[in-house]
């Protein structure tokens, strides 16, 4: 079955970095467009940052563009987030995301607090 475990969140004052990463098992890990979302207390959960599964290409929330970079490891089935210049409003639970037959697949979370 699909599983994705993140790891790598952490408390971190605002302008410091944290990376993020996923651990992919359960499906075709190099086929699929792979996501991390972030959800803040008591707001929708957003799309912060997303790659392609071919040529790596990527796409970012407005909120993250010259912040956050996306990567993925095929050969280990693992995707990234490194986080720069976090800011207090990059607080939320962030999560690991795969769209596979129409189905949302979804990792436990892991808590990023920024303190300001």
């Given at each position: ?29 190099s ?24 040529r ?20 280990k ?40």
């Amino acid at each position: 079955q699909v599983q994705l475990v993140e790891s790598g969140g952490g408390l971190v004052q605002a302008g410091g970095s944290l990376r993020l990463s996923c651990a992919a098992s359960g499906f075709t890990f190099s086929s699929y467009v792979m996501s991390w979302y972030r959800q803040a207390p008591g707001k929708e959960r957003e799309l912060v940052a997303a790659i392609g599964s071919t040529r790596g290409n990527t796409n970012y929330a407005d909120s993250v563009k010259g912040r956050f970079t996306i990567s993925r490891d095929n050969a280990k089935s693992t995707v990234s987030l490194q986080m720069n210049s976090l800011k207090p409003e990059d607080t939320a639970v962030y999560y690991c995301n795969v769209r596979r037959l129409s189905i949302a697949y979804w990792g436990q979370g892991t808590q990023v607090t920024v303190s300001s």
